[in-house]
């Protein structure tokens, strides 16, 4: 970004890789050390954690309770991406997070929050006035951390977008978990629903298609998971219902090409790429989502 001449930075990665970890001793403490000394602290409007070196055998405690230690100094910050990081540095399922529950208050300009992992995540009792979007990416989502999104009062949040993984990394609920969520949360400021990434995608599609919030987004996103043709069908029948609807995202599926067919006539902007194929074993079908491990 320019400003009359000068490069003004916003945005901001800061991240560590193995080496550095293992040989020079960097780490979430490190990190925080890094930050608060950089001089574009002040300037920015985003910054990205990505791994902090050993995210699989140290957690990201240190990181949030530096940025909350220094509230003052973090106050401006609108994004924050915590755990941003590929398999190859650290699977998503061994990416050990933190305790958020004293950033709400920290960070009252916050806009943006996404969390990749779900290893001893806990949000606490959130409560922001200002956050539009919610992200949390995982291979597995526990209840506790569904029942606290359940809970929260964030009247302006716009983008609810929760992977739900599998039971195997850290989904310990069942459709009855996301339809309980549905119904008691209170998003009223809410125009983007994402329920992805699940190996009961079609079960929780029907659970989606059923909730209040159908009536006011305008953006559904169920991608990344089991979905078939039994999904599928479902939202060809209940989507014309809802007009409010301009964008339906069903990217990584398991839908034939005749049913991706029939979704792509609705009228509405569609992603149903990425069809894949189910195996067979011994007479079982097997569909993973997306991301697990």
Not at 24 to 38: P, Q, R, S, Y
Not at 151 to 168: F, H, M, S, W
Not at 183 to 191: D, I, S
Not at 194 to 204: R, T, V
């Amino acid at each position: 970004m320019e400003n009359e001449g000068v490069m003004v930075t916003i945005t901001k990665t800061y991240e560590y890789d193995y080496e550095q970890y293992e040989d020079e001793g960097k780490g979430t403490k490190a990190m925080v050390e890094e930050i608060l000394a950089d001089p574009d602290l002040p300037g920015l409007k985003e910054i990205i954690i990505g791994n902090w070196g050993g995210a699989w055998e140290e957690d990201c405690q240190e990181l949030i309770d530096g940025i909350v230690e220094n509230a003052d100094r973090f106050a401006h910050i609108e994004r924050l991406f915590v755990g941003d990081m590929g398999f190859e540095e650290c699977e998503v399922s061994w990416i050990m997070q933190g305790d958020y529950s004293q950033l709400w208050g920290a960070l009252p300009g916050l806009k943006e929050l996404t969390i990749k992992g779900s290893m001893d995540l806990e949000l606490g009792e959130i409560v922001h006035e200002n956050l539009e979007s919610l992200t949390i990416i995982c291979g597995g989502l526990p209840q506790d951390v569904i029942e606290a999104i359940q809970k929260a009062r964030l009247p302006k949040l716009k983008k609810l977008l929760l992977y739900i993984g599998v039971e195997d990394y850290g989904f310990d609920g069942d459709e009855d978990t996301i339809r309980k969520l549905l119904e008691n949360a209170e998003f009223p400021k809410l125009t983007y629903l994402g329920i992805a990434d699940s190996e009961i995608q079609d079960e929780l599609t029907e659970v989606v298609l059923e909730s209040k919030f159908m009536k006011q987004i305008t953006t559904l996103d169920l991608s990344c998971g089991t979905l078939t043709d039994k999904g599928g069908q479902m939202l060809l029948e209940k989507l014309p219902q809802f007009p409010n609807i301009k964008k339906l995202d069903v990217h990584y599926n398991y839908l034939s090409e005749e049913m991706v067919e029939k979704l792509e006539s609705l009228p509405i902007e569609i992603d149903a790429s990425e069809s894949e194929e189910a195996n067979e074993y011994h007479g079982e079908i097997y569909m993973n989502a997306m991301l697990t491990e």
